[in-house]
Every structure is written in structure tokens, then in C-alpha cells.
């Protein structure tokens, strides 16, 4: 018997390998650039948690995306966007520089991208970050993210810095940055003319198969090489454009987790278009009340694939 391990990355574009060093010249000018459009947009935002079950506090990035006056709108991925807005009894938002914190009332939240949307209000002159309609992403082209130091540092910004390596469909868009790193997750993510162009994700398992004979099967292990992700801007603009109403959310089907659809599995159906498998999913969800289990395959959804 032979044992084989092949790694692979289910991409939409795979590029080559990134550049192996980079031009400091190109590194410094993006750098300086993301410093200058995500000052006074950065904040830590501190979300306290009360119910009859449990008490305590989550924190976070977020940033500004929209300004007027002392009122701003702050998005952040650190909550969950299932989250019941009657368990939230306080948000604190600390700022650099500003003496003391603002306030924040949760407005609502999107279970699809998992943005949250928090209103502040109070005397400081917010600097909103605009995102570009579309990312335009190729390999090769340098990015860079924003973030803030913990409370042990300051709350001071700082910086990362990649190159895309490749476009990945785990199932939304998301670019795979290598040569570097980026911040945190929830951080802004800047091309190299300084425009927004994503948010940072979690990092992901690489995805391995073991082929045994005639029976692969997938393994998920996490990359030990310094790497980050995000999504790009196509994935969530139209949220940001049109936000949910207060106290409501977006549609959404009802999964919590997905995988990539194991490629025999796809090969023993004769499926040839992309397609995701459901991990997890929400028990009062859509898509359990329509009878989806875990490991069901999807390949379309409203007829589209």
C-alpha cells in the first residue's frame, strides 16, 4: 500500500508563489498611505454582556465607514451577528488619542459577512474609510491593514503587509496573502494606492488529502507558515451600501459553517461547478426548516451556483 500526501487549496485563480523579498521602497510608501487613510477611523470596541445566564465582556476592532459631525457608524466582526441586542447592557468604544471613551449602541448586524454595525456618538472628529466598489485583485499586488495595539501598548496603530498569492471559494471570495502578514481580524484592508478593499478574516485550515489505495479523504490542519486572509470588498459592499434596519438583520440561509466539498464526492455526483458542503447549521434557521443536514452538498443557491 502507498501512501501519498498531497496538498491543495481549492482556489478560483492560483497563482504562482509570491515575490521573496520585498521592495522596501514599495513597502514604506504603503505603509505611510494606509497610515494617513486609517487615522482617527480605528477603534477597540468593548461590548459588555448581561442575562440571567452569564455576564462578560467581548472586544475587538472596528472602524469607521461613515461620518457626520460627532455621529458615526463603526462596523466590527467581533460580535456574533446572531447575537441577542437584549443581552447587551453597554459598548465602550476607546479611541487613540481621545481622553476617555464614547459610547456605542448596536444598531443591527449581518449574519452573512458577520458585520455588526455600531452608532457612536460624541466629541471626536471620526475620519470614515470608503470602500472601493470592487477589489481588483491579481497575484502579485501589495496590500496592507490597519490595526491597534492592546491596552498594554496604547491602543496604538500598526501595520501589515502582503502580497496576493491567490483567490480562494470557501464559498465567498477570499484572497490568500503571502510574503508578509496582516493585523488583526476585522482590519481594513488597503491596495496600494490606499483604497479599501477588504476586511481581514480568521485564518483558515489548509485543506490536505491523504490518498490511502483508492480512498482520499480530506483533512483540515492549520498553516504554520506566517500567512493571513480576507474577503474582499465584492463579498460584503452591498451590506455596507444599504446596512440592516435596527434590530433586523439580512436574510440568510441558516448555515453557521461550511467546508469545501470533498473532490471525490464531486467527481462519484459528476458535479463539475463549484460547491460547498454544510458543517453547522442553525437549528431554527431556514435552512433546517427546509430539511438541510450536515454534510449536505450545496451547489446552487436561488438557482445560482
Not at 26 to 48: D, F
Request: with cysteine.
Amino acid at each position: 500500500m502507498t501512501l501519498r500526501l498531497c496538498t491543495f487549496l481549492l482556489a478560483v485563480t492560483l497563482s504562482a508563489a509570491p515575490l521573496s523579498a520585498q521592495n522596501t521602497a514599495s513597502t514604506e510608501s504603503i505603509v505611510a498611505t494606509v497610515a494617513a487613510k486609517s487615522a482617527n477611523a480605528l477603534a477597540l470596541i468593548r461590548v459588555r454582556l448581561h442575562d440571567e445566564m452569564m455576564t462578560g465582556n467581548v472586544e475587538g476592532l472596528g472602524f469607521c465607514v461613515a461620518a457626520d459631525g460627532e455621529k458615526a457608524l463603526l462596523i466590527t466582526l467581533a460580535l456574533d451577528p446572531r447575537i441577542n441586542s437584549q443581552t447587551i447592557s453597554a459598548i465602550d468604544v476607546v479611541v487613540p488619542g481621545f481622553d476617555g471613551t464614547l459610547k456605542g449602541k448596536f444598531r443591527s448586524a449581518d449574519p452573512v459577512s458577520g458585520i455588526a454595525f455600531i452608532d457612536v456618538e460624541g466629541p471626536f472628529k471620526w475620519n470614515a474609510i470608503q470602500f472601493e466598489p470592487t477589489a481588483d485583485l491579481s497575484a502579485g499586488k501589495l496590500v496592507a491593514s490597519a490595526a491597534l495595539l492592546d491596552a498594554n501598548l496604547g491602543y496604538e496603530p500598526f501595520y501589515g503587509v502582503g502580497y496576493v498569492s491567490s483567490i480562494l471559494q470557501i464559498p465567498g471570495r477570499t484572497a490568500f496573502v503571502t510574503g508578509g502578514s496582516l493585523t488583526n481580524v476585522g482590519s481594513p484592508v488597503f491596495n496600494q494606492q490606499g483604497r479599501a478593499i477588504g476586511i481581514v478574516q480568521q485564518q483558515l485550515p489548509m485543506i490536505q488529502q491523504i490518498v490511502s489505495g483508492d480512498q482520499p479523504r480530506n483533512i483540515a490542519v492549520r498553516s504554520m507558515h506566517e500567512s493571513r486572509y480576507f474577503v474582499p470588498v465584492e463579498e460584503f459592499i452591498e451590506v455596507l451600501q444599504d446596512p440592516p434596519a435596527p434590530g433586523k438583520r439580512l436574510p440568510w440561509i441558516g448555515v453557521l459553517e461550511y467546508a469545501p466539498a470533498p473532490k471525490d464526492l464531486l467527481d462519484a455526483l459528476n458535479l463539475k461547478q463549484p460547491a460547498v458542503m454544510a458543517v453547522k447549521i442553525d437549528p431554527e434557521g431556514p435552512a433546517a426548516r427546509a430539511g438541510l443536514e450536515p454534510k449536505d452538498i450545496i451547489i446552487a443557491l436561488n438557482g445560482k451556483p
